[in-house]
């Protein structure tokens, strides 16, 4: 890149807050930014030079946005397979669409990392009512979730008993296929990011602890606190996924800690990932910084851990009201703001976040909770 620094645009699959904070990274670089996303008031629309409107699955617009850029890279699994191929014509697509392809589809994504001798849960892949039925009935209480779509608790549902059976079997409507994965007793969540280079040269962040509610992430923190062994045994797991995967860019592992000590695969994301915002105040590099050097095939920045972080999200819920009162939040020492700009708060809907840091990363999830707690205040 040196003898053309910044000479031609990346360009970005999808123009959410991961393409919002992936193109402001990117212009810290000094690179300029493209960005396909089908709302035209996407997040990204302010950050960006160019902002197309079309579908992420759109062949011709997506091969338009290539040509002439540097790199094509994506921000949601939702891009489309064969529009990432066209694209691949005219610029280098990082990470590569035939790993985007596994991981899309839940059922692939496990029979991929069991084929390649990674750790998963029990879990069956159902196509029709009769085998979700037999698969709920050899693993018990479990959860289904759909092999396509769905995120932050969507397309999914929890079975514990009979009375469950008619949420999960809606699930199959349509022609959907979906994995019924045997619900496990947990000790923690955990998440490890890895960089991998178009050079081939790698980094691995600190894991992040995480826990979810209603299936979307509430918080996470940085470093987790969990023993150094299985610390070090997730990132070693993620490391090999990533390299077996022949991932160029980013590719973040979501882990079980099981509570007899065994660490399972839950999910793969081929991209920025929300519980490693805690980046931005906790490492030398963000990840967001990393995943353009990345896709780039610049050196990749240290992932040192510089101080803990942790981050709590904002949801729609709390616009009922109207914005919250963030200077309320602000107030508290450490804490800092992200909104996305998003036109419309939703209950569920991801509108921004809050960073915090401390002396352990104990210390600044109890800042964020705080900061968060103040947002309900009178």
Request: aromatic share 4%; proline share 6%; glycine share 10%.
């Amino acid at each position: 890149m040196s003898g053309a620094w910044a000479a031609t645009p990346i360009a970005i699959v999808g123009g959410g807050q991961l393409g919002r904070l992936l193109a402001i990274a990117a212009r810290t670089l000094g690179f300029g930014v493209r960005v396909l996303d089908p709302d035209p008031f996407c997040p990204a629309r302010r950050v960006v030079d160019e902002l197309v409107t079309a579908r992420l699955d759109d062949v011709e617009a997506i091969e338009n946005l290539a040509r002439g850029a540097a790199v094509v890279t994506f921000e949601i699994e939702a891009a489309g397979i064969a529009a990432l191929d066209a694209a691949a014509l005219h610029a280098p697509v990082r990470p590569r669409p035939a790993a985007l392809a596994i991981i899309q589809d839940r059922a692939a994504q496990k029979a991929w990392l069991a084929q390649h001798g990674h750790p998963v849960g029990p879990y069956r892949a159902v196509a029709d009512t009769p085998a979700l039925d037999l698969a709920l009935a050899e693993l018990g209480a479990s959860f289904v979730k759909r092999c396509r779509g769905g995120y932050d608790g969507r397309g999914q549902t929890r079975v514990r008993g009979t009375d469950d059976f008619l949420a999960a079997r809606a699930l199959l409507t349509g022609g959907a296929s979906a994995v019924v994965e045997q619900a496990l007793d947990l000790e923690a969540e955990i998440s490890v990011l890895v960089a991998r280079s178009s050079r081939g040269e790698i980094a691995v962040y600190p894991p992040a602890q995480n826990h979810h509610e209603g299936g979307v992430l509430a918080w996470s923190r940085m470093p987790a606190s969990l023993p150094a062994s299985i610390l070090a045994e997730a990132c070693a797991i993620a490391r090999a996924i990533a390299v077996d995967l022949d991932i160029e860019g980013l590719l973040t592992v979501e882990l079980f800690v099981v509570r007899d000590g065994r660490l399972l695969v839950n999910e793969l994301a081929p991209r920025p990932h929300n519980t490693f915002h805690p980046t931005e105040m906790a490492c030398v590099t963000s990840q967001f910084e990393q995943g353009i050097r990345a896709i780039l095939g610049l050196p990749l920045g240290s992932v040192e851990l510089v101080r803990p972080a942790a981050l709590g999200n904002l949801l729609g819920d709390r616009w009922t009201n109207g914005p919250p009162a963030f200077a309320r939040a602000l107030a508290i020492p450490g804490v800092r703001l992200h909104l996305y700009e998003k036109r419309e708060a939703r209950p569920g809907r991801k509108m921004g976040h809050l960073l915090a840091s401390g002396a352990t990363s104990e210390e600044a999830l109890a800042r964020v909770e705080a900061a968060l707690k103040s947002l309900d205040a009178g």
